[in-house]
Antibody, heavy 121, light 108 residues
Framework: EVQLVESGGVVVQPGGSLRLSCAAS????????MHWVRQAPGKGLEWVSL????????YYADSVKGRFTISRDNSKNSLYLQMNSLRAEDTALYYC??????????????WGQGTLVTVSS | DIQMTQSPSSLSASVGDRVTITCRAS??????LAWYQQKPGKVPKLLIY???TLQSGVPSRFSGSGSGTDFTLTISSLQPEDVATYYC??????????FGPGTKVDIK
């Protein structure tokens, strides 16, 4: 059974930094690209970032480019999101999601329960 | 970047009704389009990928169609458990893998 468990969400001040983690199990982690998707309270889904199965390629939404860094450790079956220069508009539930295709980039098919990041003074 | 729009933003229909949601891309995306269902307080669930391929375990009353810029999600006979917000997402070529703004479906 695929399991994705996010952690690291807390209340942080504007301008602060945070690192989210996602522990994956139940599938061959290094076969799949991984995504971060966020959802602000009461709002829709916003795709944030993607990392290829081997970590060699990374992509970001314009809204986080230059502030967020996605990474992965395939030896630990873990995905990360380093978030710097946080703004109030980054307040959201952050989901880790597994890509649906082996060694490709497509639609996510499994999602974690999310971790809540609140940016507030 | 390619923008995704959805219509309507919300709808109310009776149990058993046929429901259609439209998603439009600002540029052609071939069939690189997915649909998700998000029930209140729950995690999004992949319903359809490649515009028309039903994800394993999804009821057959859900179907998708379209290619290029115009896509539809159809629920052939709306059930109470289908109350949710539905999102389309494009995933062609390079990211961003943009989501549409969502369509909220409830029971009349």
């Amino acid at each position: 059974e695929v399991q994705l468990v996010e952690s690291g969400g807390v209340v942080v001040q504007p301008g602060g930094s945070l690192r989210l983690s996602c522990a994956a199990s139940g599938f061959t982690f290094d076969d799949y690209a991984m995504h971060w998707v966020r959802q602000a309270p009461g709002k829709g889904l916003e795709w944030v970032s993607l990392i290829s199965w081997d970590g060699g390629s990374t992509y970001y939404a314009d809204s986080v480019k230059g502030r967020f860094t996605i990474s992965r450790d395939n030896s630990k079956n873990s995905l990360y999101l380093q978030m710097n220069s946080l703004r109030a508009e980054d307040t959201a539930l952050y989901y880790c999601a597994k890509d649906s295709l082996v060694e490709a980039a497509a639609a996510p098919d499994y999602w974690g329960q999310g971790t809540l990041v609140t940016v507030s003074s | 970047d390619i923008q995704m729009t959805q219509s309507p933003s919300s709808l109310s229909a009776s149990v058993g009704d046929r429901v259609t949601i439209t998603c439009r891309a600002s540029q052609g995306i071939s069939n690189y389009l997915a649909w998700y269902q998000q029930k209140p307080g729950k995690v999004p669930k992949l319903l359809i990928y490649a515009a028309s391929t039903l994800q394993s375990g999804v009821p057959s009353r859900f179907s998708g169609s379209g290619s290029g810029t115009d896509f539809t999600l159809t629920i052939s006979s709306l059930q109470p458990e289908d109350v949710a917000t539905y999102y389309c997402q494009k995933y062609n070529s390079a990211p961003p893998f943009t989501f549409g703004p969502g369509t909220k479906v409830d029971i009349k």
